[in-house]
């Protein structure tokens, strides 16, 4: 039974500043404790109870906005992750579920009871001692500076299995397989598949990607640049500059948790990924 409610939205539109005053109005006579993401302070009206992501321990969270606003909201939300409700209005929004005019009718059956939760694995990041944050879709390894070449050597649960020399290594879910993994080349993985995937960015081999099981410990090696650059989920980056830097990846104990009600996989895929016409028909 939900009883808080925590909302996130992008702040560069007016028509997602104006849903959250809209469904935080509606979700107050209700009955329930709203609260806004304190970056949205100054932007939305109404006498709202506003704190940061880190501190939204709500029983419910619905972000409005796009792929990116889900990605920052899975990365600094408390842990265990609590259950995400998005809609959609972003440019593409695949995480979503309910595009803007649903919105209200998806509160309710929330409500209700009446959803399922998909579980979505997470990366857990390590180098040079540091620990990361936790990445839904992908992280990505490249070099310090734009244009600089990537050598790497690439681990499996401490085998050496890949040599590469590129503009950047992707490591990503099954989840971020729908992303820029596939953009770089990579395949498709579907949900049920407990497998990561490796994707070269602009290699110099024929390489494209590989396939290896969730449960795998990748580790990475970078003979070369000194300095290279980690970027998790397009939301958080870090440079690491060593002799020798090493990236380790596993999956990880936590998992995002989002709302789901008839729509499933394929059906995203294809009207919002891979056919763009009318009614998710190939246009072509």
């Known amino acids: 039974m939900f009883q808080s409610v925590g909302l996130v939205a992008r702040f560069d539109k007016k028509k997602p500043l104006k849903l959250v005053e809209t469904i935080a109005e509606y979700l107050n006579q209700k009955g329930l404790e709203v609260y806004v993401e304190e970056s949205l302070k100054g932007k939305v009206k109404g006498d709202r109870k506003f704190i940061s992501l ?5 029983d419910l969270i619905i972000t409005i906005g796009g792929d990116g606003t889900i990605l920052r909201t899975c990365m600094f939300i408390p842990k265990p992750d609590t259950p995400i409700l998005a809609v959609n209005m972003g440019v593409r929004g695949f995480l979503a579920e309910v ?9 309710d059956k929330c409500l209700k009871g009446e959803y399922r939760l998909e579980k979505c694995a997470k990366l857990a990041i390590s180098a040079e001692g540091m620990a990361f944050p936790d990445a839904l879709n992908e992280v990505l390894i490249s070099a310090g500076e734009p244009v600089k070449l990537l ?30 993994s596939l953009s770089a080349g990579g395949p498709i993985l579907d949900p049920q598949v407990n497998a990561l995937v490796l994707t070269p960015v602009c290699s110099l081999s024929v390489l494209r990607s590989i396939v290896v099981p969730s449960s795998a410990k ?9 300095k290279i650059l980690v970027v998790i989920d397009g ?19 936590n998992e995002a948790a989002f709302i789901r009600f008839k729509e499933n996989f394929y059906h995203r895929l294809q009207n919002r990924l891979l056919f763009r016409g009318s009614g998710g028909k190939y246009n072509g």
């Open 54 to 58: 880190e501190s939204m321990r709500t």
């Open 99 to 107: 595009s803007p005019k649903e919105a209200l009718t998806a509160v």
């Open 151 to 180: 050598y790497a050597r690439v681990f499996k649960n401490s085998e050496q299995v890949l040599t590469c020399q590129a503009d950047g290594l992707i490591i990503a879910t099954n989840t971020g397989s729908t992303a820029y």
């Open 218 to 226: 990748i580790t990475v090696e970078v003979p070369r640049p000194k």
């Open 235 to 253: 939301a958080y980056r870090r440079a690491l500059e060593s002799k020798l830097p090493r990236i380790t990846v596993t999956c990880s104990k």
